[in-house]
């Protein structure tokens, strides 16, 4: 109400005749001369001389019209900033992501987002499934992009799905592999393999493991490499062979190639996680934008 009565003001400062003031604000000039009225008394300080003639801004008035005129173009700013918030369209998000999220349709989809939504912060980091469950439970993230399969126990937060990948085979492109279509499973007992830390996605790994036991592979673990980006390169060095998620493909690397694997593995699932009733209008309008994206 105070903000309407600043307004009132700043009319009648304005057109300095209560006739012409009340015909742009839509009211009638008594009611108009009342609100000016309360506000002289609240103030203590006339604000208008008034004559039969003219009407003018006393040095009170001249004093307080810039400040109105600040507050309301203020007020207004803080009204859009609370719409812009509570509708998605504004605000801060942080987002944990495992790196087989990082795909050309999930650079496409935030670069989008980012394009669309200037009054939106996004802060991204790569990370485990491990660290991203501790970032979140912790509240350093908001949202997460994380591995997830039915061994793992997230019931005390919520979960969307994003995408399912498959497993490739990563290896040198002068490895015999390598000039086979699809590589049955059971050729990759006791060769050399690389294989990523257990503790960064524990679940994961054992269904790996029980995979490859269950088709009679004894993987011989030479590396254990806590970084995607060292996985690829110790595999095109020649170190090794490993198991990658698919999208791992889009990262072409001189010395590296990709085949896809005969034989049963577990799917690579990908989800949102978040705190229970911690789900804003901007992570719900990030999620459903970054579904969009993947291909169909």
């Known amino acids: 109400m105070r903000f309407r009565k600043l307004n009132y003001f700043i009319t009648v400062a304005e057109e300095l005749h209560f006739g012409r003031a009340a015909a742009r604000l839509h009211i009638a000039q008594p009611p108009l001369s009342q609100q000016i009225k309360a506000i002289e008394d609240e103030l203590g300080a006339v604000l208008f001389e008034r004559s039969s003639q003219k009407v003018s801004l006393t040095p009170a008035g001249e004093a307080l019209l810039p400040q109105a005129r600040a507050l309301l173009q203020n007020w ?134 029980h995979h490859l036991h269950a088709a009679g592979v004894e993987p011989n673990i030479v590396q254990i490499a806590r970084l995607t980006q060292t996985t690829r390169t110790l595999v095109a060095a020649g170190v090794g062979i490993a198991l990658v998620p698919e999208s791992t493909q889009f990262d072409q690397r001189e010395g590296l190639t990709y085949r896809p694997i005969d034989g049963v593995l577990p799917e690579l699932d990908i989800h949102f996680a978040w705190r229970k009733n911690s789900l804003t209008p901007l992570m719900e309008r990030l999620i459903t934008h970054l579904q969009a994206q993947v291909p169909s």
């Open 76 to 209: 207004e700013k803080i009204q859009e900033q609370v719409r812009s918030v509570a509708n998605g369209t504004a605000g801060n998000l942080s987002l944990g992501f495992v790196w087989a999220a990082g795909t050309p349709h999930f650079s496409k989809g935030i670069a989008q987002f980012k394009q669309d939504n200037h009054g939106v912060t996004l802060n991204l980091e790569e990370m485990t499934t491990t660290h991203a469950l501790d970032a979140l439970r912790t509240e350093k993230i908001d949202l997460a992009m994380i591995f997830l399969n039915p061994l793992m126990d997230i019931t005390d937060l919520e979960n969307q799905d994003y995408e399912t990948q498959k497993h490739l085979l990563a290896l040198p492109e002068n490895h015999p592999l390598a000039q086979k279509e699809s590589v049955p499973l059971s050729d990759l007992h006791q060769l050399p393999f690389i294989s990523f830390v257990r503790q960064a996605h524990p679940s994961l790994y054992d269904q790996i493991m």
